[in-house]
């Protein structure tokens, strides 16, 4: 099935540093959505995002939507060890009448304390 | 306020069997999507329903079948179990279909032996 695009796969740094991921489409989207999911766990969604060069942030997080609706980020600044997990990004489709979630591969997160 | 919940956590099935996993919608929700979650991928959609009829599919073939419930509880069956069937099953619930706003479950672990 398709999915989106997802950089970098994994990542593995010190607690405190700054973290950026991406998410890249051939297809345009209306809605860029970003989750995490724990192990044992499904995903859980942390910002959504609805206008192309929208930024959004929650807490730590930030999150852009890209102007060509083709892509978008997510940054964590100043990591700490509960933010290890998978992170994903899901573009929503509206082609037609068959809205569907489109997802990233996810990038998985490590921290060291 | 119930979450969402899923049964069984874990299934083992040989190929050619048939299995019909369960989804309880969080309190006051009319929307169920399923998704199915390979090891070390991102969730695929399979389909959605909404006040009792399919709402939307993903690329998947026949005997993946759904059914929700006046509830709005749900179950996803699948016939035939197919080695490549193994995954991580999620449901997700919403309100009147949006997939933005939705709540995902733990998921049942299915092995196809």
């Known amino acids: 099935g398709q999915q989106l695009n997802q950089s970098p796969q994994s990542m593995f740094i010190q607690e405190g540093e700054d973290v950026s991921m991406n998410c890249t489409s051939s297809?345009?989207?209306?809605?860029w959505l970003w989750y995490k999911q724990d192990p044992g766990e499904g995903p859980v969604l942390l910002i959504a995002?609805?206008?192309a060069g929208e930024l959004t942030s929650n807490g730590r997080l930030t999150a852009q939507f890209g102007i060509t609706r083709k892509d978008s980020f997510l940054n964590i600044s100043a990591s700490i060890p509960s933010d290890v997990g998978i992170y994903f990004c899901?573009?929503?489709?509206?082609?037609?009448?068959?809205?569907?979630?489109?997802w990233g591969l996810g990038t998985s997160l490590a921290v060291n304390p | 306020e119930t979450g969402v919940t899923q049964s069984p956590t874990h299934l083992i099935k040989t190929r050619g069997q048939q299995v019909t996993l369960r989804c309880s919608s969080q309190?006051?929700?009319?929307?169920v999507s399923w998704y199915q979650q390979a090891l070390g991928q991102g969730p695929q959609f399979i389909f959605q329903?909404?006040?009792?009829?399919?709402?939307g599919r993903g690329n998947f073939p026949p005997r993946f079948s759904g059914l929700q419930f006046p509830n709005y509880s749900s179950e996803l069956n699948v016939n035939a179990l197919e080695l490549d069937d193994s995954a991580l099953y999620l449901c997700?619930?919403?309100?009147?279909?949006?997939?933005?706003?939705?709540?995902f479950g733990p998921g049942t672990r299915l092995l196809v032996l």
């Open positions: 995002l609805y206008k």
């Open positions: 297809s345009i989207f209306n809605t």
């Open positions: 899901a573009g929503l489709s509206n082609a037609g009448n068959n809205r569907k979630l489109i």
């Open positions: 309190s006051g929700h009319n929307t």
């Open positions: 329903y909404y006040r009792e009829e399919e709402n």
């Open positions: 997700a619930s919403s309100l009147d279909g949006f997939q933005e706003t939705q709540y």
